[in-house]
């Protein structure tokens, strides 16, 4: 099976989706509103998700959806809801169809808007198709200015097989950090992974092959982590960085930005370590379609312990903890180091 088709689908759909997310990131007062477990999602999160599961349903309908977000608050707050439907309206009618011959879906209303959300509640597992799904990323990085990621993977029996990165703000050339912004990823499990230049509209522009990382002194290595130091352990990734001799600073990006920055060799680690005291479990949807594309290129992806990502435990990765990503010659390196922070060795 060769899912050039699904790969296809993938980069249409998360494309028409960055085109909202952008608009919303550079035009709208971002307004949020906060979860249960007190994360904020905005208008754009779930927008983008009815976009895209439009998109995957209208292509692939007999396959099932895990997405981050539900319709709960739309149904409850009219305001909010008719927000999000205008901008989703706004985006059908600027993307129109795509000149691919691929159906990208529509939504007639505002009840079919939240419906079409809903269909993101599927349970995952291991049998069978199954698209994870982050409408936006980084939700914290998108609403500080920083950097997020439109992300959807397709996991078939539980093993991430297609996977595309949206990342808007990443800049295309990374010498260029004030250049133009804005980049979309993609791999099919085998066939190495791709990136080009995200489109203010649906067309794909061209994409060009990334290149397999290559053999390195670790200590030459750069590292990425994320932002927030509530969602992974800066002190415990500074030492590790350190025993390794590993002297640059650390790229510090929001969301799925990090395995694209990694992909395309802007550094070669990517540390996520558990913060002291949490017991945070990390969902399918913010590793399936970064991870696949890291490990296109030649990356070791993990969890801490040096145990491989299990996609097929359900929405979580409930049998893995934290995520260690290095560049295949210096993993071995990488975790040992790891495993000896955390006293595990
Ligand atoms: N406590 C805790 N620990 C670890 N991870 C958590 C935690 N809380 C939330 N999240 C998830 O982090 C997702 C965003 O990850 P980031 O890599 O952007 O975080 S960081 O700010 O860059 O560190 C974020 O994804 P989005 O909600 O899509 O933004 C969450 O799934
Ligand atoms: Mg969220
Ligand atoms: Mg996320
Ligand atoms: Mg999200």
Redesign the pocket.
């Known amino acids: 099976m060769s899912y050039e088709r699904e790969r296809l689908l993938a980069e249409l759909a998360v494309q028409r989706a960055c085109m909202l997310t952008d608009r919303v990131f550079h035009q709208l007062v971002k307004t949020s509103v906060s979860k249960d ?1 007190k ?3 905005t208008v754009a ?1 779930y927008a983008a998700q009815a976009l895209i599961i439009a998109s995957v349903n209208a292509a692939f309908p007999g396959d099932g959806i895990v997405g ?1 977000e539900d319709s709960a608050f739309l149904r409850k707050d009219e305001k909010l809801r008719g927000i999000v439907w205008n901008l989703v309206k706004e985006t059908l009618e600027a993307a129109g169809e795509a000149k691919e011959d691929i159906p990208l879906g529509n939504i007639k209303d505002e009840q079919e808007l939240m419906d079409t959300i809903d269909k993101g509640l599927h349970e995952g597992g291991r049998s069978g198709r199954v698209w994870a799904l ?1 409408p ?7 609403l500080r200015g920083g ?2 990621a439109v992300c959807l993977g397709l996991l078939v029996d539980g093993k991430a097989t297609v996977g595309a990165l949206g990342v808007p703000n990443l800049p295309q050339d990374p010498s260029n950090p004030e250049g133009p912004k804005g980049v979309l990823l993609s791999a099919i499990r085998g066939q190495g992974a791709v990136i080009r230049d995200l489109s203010p509209n649906l067309t794909l522009l061209p994409s060009r092959q990334l290149e397999p990382v290559k053999p390195t002194n670790v200590a030459d290595c750069a590292f990425c ?8 352990n800066h002190g415990q990734q500074a030492n590790i960085a350190s025993s390794l001799g590993i002297t640059k600073e650390s790229i ?5 930005a ?1 395995y694209a920055a990694i992909a395309r060799g802007d550094a070669q680690i990517y540390l ?1 370590l ?2 002291a005291g ?1 017991n ?1 479990v ?2 399918i ?2 590793h399936a379609a970064g991870s696949l594309i890291c490990e296109e290129v030649g990356y070791t992806v993990s969890d801490v312990n040096g145990t491989p990502l299990d996609f097929g435990m359900g929405r979580t990765l409930k049998s893995n903890k934290g995520i260690v990503a290095a560049a295949g010659p210096i993993y071995d390196d990488v975790i040992a180091a790891v495993k000896k922070e955390l006293g595990s060795q």
């Not at 936006?136 to 998108?142: E, L, Q, W």
């Not at 982590?225 to 992974?232: A, D, F, I, K, R």
């Open positions: 477990d994360s904020p999602v999160d981050e982050d936006i990323d980084g939700t914290k990085g998108f950097q997020y982590e994320g932002v927030e130091s509530g969602h992974s510090r990006y929001d969301s799925q990090k996520r558990p913060s949490s945070w990390e969902k949807w913010d």
